[in-house]
């Protein structure tokens, strides 16, 4: 940039034409409008706009999918996804997609160690990661392009030739234990709060087992039970290999080379012992008392936090988009959010709660969703002497979410949506997750202008129909911290059940 400010005074342009002055050492003036003679005509790459957003999908004779998306530059990121997560472990010990989260990409057939594998993806610039989520677990690498043949080899041996030695079992058994240490130490509000709100409203089943490692399984779990768990989910039906920056007759031929005939470790799949239980929504309270807990020399603040939720519906239904808008509608953040445009200043949460109740400390919505259930939820947290008082501001919200939304909010909401949704889609690896997760609930992608043309045609009616649906469904409450002032679950379900959203009064004779 330096180079080109400092020759610019040599340049002068005389109505739109530049002109090239003739300077000391002796150039020709040449018109930098005309090409330059000698030079090679230069050749643009151009695609047809269909084909360049087009995902391409692919069905081997085993029955794995293979997707991608092509998008210009020199790297990639390919990974495979399989359907399997803690919804899945309900006749095993929980904690299993906790434990091969932490086990991937160590020692396999072809590579002795974790160090092996990572010193190969070095040479084609590559990093690589795994997801587990409660019902998906993500093996991820990027890395330059020419070396896909072996990103997609060392992908199979990762996934379906791991050594699991005893040592590696044991070090991941430290790690997790650690892990529930520092949870248990310094607690995450938002990650306990998400667990625990899911444990609510699926008491025992699917969504609601627990995603991370029980402290009661960390023993449990070894080589054998890992290969049980594998036989059963990590079967070619039950993967997708997607691939983002690549052409597609490359990525189908590396997976037919080395995902078409390999058996894995653990011998032939048993996809008939697949737990196919559909989740049963229960509602219901999950509470974590700390009122007797100290959380240090200064614990600046002691906050109670509350997430109260209510089942909302499966991304495979025609409602998930109106659930969509109504999560961006209600929006949220903490009391400190920086303002500025885009940063949701003008959602409800904010409008109606922070602006209005200087004490509360956060309103954020969230909305969770799964291919047979979902969870539309509001967090809050607030000194816990307003617990009450808070808990009925949310009940408030929610029942006015039922109410004729503004047609100013409506819009804004919906824009913000899209915004979102096509701001998260510049970035490869979201493009990975997204054709992956697609492409593996459905077997085929809703590509992004689709997705913006249904956010469009979201009406202020949808979301007063979606929640009134919703608003008949028994609450699911998980509340942290002091929690003396903490309303009755009963309370709570009447005050949803009631037109204004307001508590049922309580009486006491002593203060």
């Not at 196919?276 to 603040?301: E, H, N």
């Not at 899209?418 to 510049?426: A, D, G, I, R």
């Not at 997204?434 to 992608?445: F, H, I, N």
Request: aromatic share 8%; with cysteine.
């Amino acid at each position: 940039g330096a180079a080109i400010i400092n020759r610019a005074p040599r340049f002068s342009s005389l109505f739109g034409i530049a002109v090239y002055r003739k300077c000391s050492s002796g150039y020709p003036n040449i018109s930098l409008s005309a090409p330059l003679p000698g030079i090679p005509k230069p050749v643009f790459a151009a695609v047809d706009s269909h084909e360049q957003c087009e995902t391409k999908i692919t069905t081997l004779e085993n029955g794995l999918k293979v997707a991608s998306q092509n998008k210009f530059g020199q790297f990639c990121t390919v990974g495979i996804l399989v359907n399997s997560g803690s919804r899945h472990e309900t006749k095993y010990p929980s904690g299993i997609a906790h434990f091969l989260e932490k086990l991937a990409f160590s020692s396999t057939a072809q590579y002795g160690s974790k160090d092996e594998i990572l010193l190969t993806l070095e040479k084609h610039g590559g990093i690589c990661d795994c997801q587990t989520s409660r019902d998906t677990t993500m093996y991820a690498v990027s890395a330059e392009v020419k070396g896909l043949d072996t990103v997609v080899s060392l992908l199979s041996d990762a996934v379906l030739q791991p050594r699991l030695l005893d040592e590696e079992i044991e070090m991941t058994r430290m790690a997790v234990r650690f892990e529930l240490e520092d949870l248990s130490m310094r607690p995450d509000p938002e990650l306990l709060l998400t667990e625990m709100i899911h444990a609510a409203a699926y008491r025992g089943n699917t969504v609601g087992l627990p995603r991370f490692c029980p402290v009661e399984s960390v023993e449990k779990i070894d080589k054998k039970l890992l290969h049980m768990y594998l036989q059963s989910y990590y079967c070619p039906e039950r993967m997708v290999l997607a691939g983002v920056g690549i052409e597609h007759e490359q990525l189908v031929a590396c997976a037919r080379k080395y995902l078409l005939n390999v058996k894995p470790v653990w011998g032939a799949s048993t996809p008939t012992n697949v737990d196919l239980s559909v989740a049963q929504y229960t509602g219901g309270i999950v509470r974590m008392d700390m009122s007797d807990v100290s959380l240090g020399p200064t614990p600046i603040p002691e906050l109670t936090h509350i997430m109260i939720g209510l089942e909302s519906c499966s991304f495979l239904e025609d409602d998930f988009i109106p659930f969509a808008v109504l999560n961006m509608m209600m929006g949220g953040g903490g009391s400190f959010s920086a303002g500025g445009p885009g940063k949701g200043m003008f959602t409800r949460l904010y409008l109606n709660v922070l602006n209005r109740h200087h004490w509360m400390y956060n309103a954020t919505s969230y909305h969770h969703s799964y291919e047979d259930t979902g969870l539309l939820c509001i967090h809050a947290s607030a000194d816990p002497r307003q617990v009450r008082e808070m808990v009925e501001i949310l009940t408030r919200e929610f029942i006015q979410m039922a109410g004729t939304a503004g047609e100013m909010e409506l819009e804004r909401a919906k824009t913000q949506l899209k915004s979102m949704l096509m701001m998260n889609l510049e970035s490869r690896p979201v493009i990975f997750e997204d054709v992956g997760r697609q492409v593996l609930a459905t077997g085929k992608r809703k590509l992004p202008h689709e997705l913006c043309d249904l956010i469009s045609n979201v009406t202020a009616s949808d979301i007063k129909r979606v929640t009134t649906k919703m608003l008949c469904s028994k609450p699911a409450v998980a509340a942290l911290g002091d929690l003396t002032e903490m309303p009755s679950y009963e309370h709570i379900q009447a005050a949803l059940s009631s037109k204004d959203g307001h508590l049922p009064r309580m009486y006491r004779l002593f203060r």
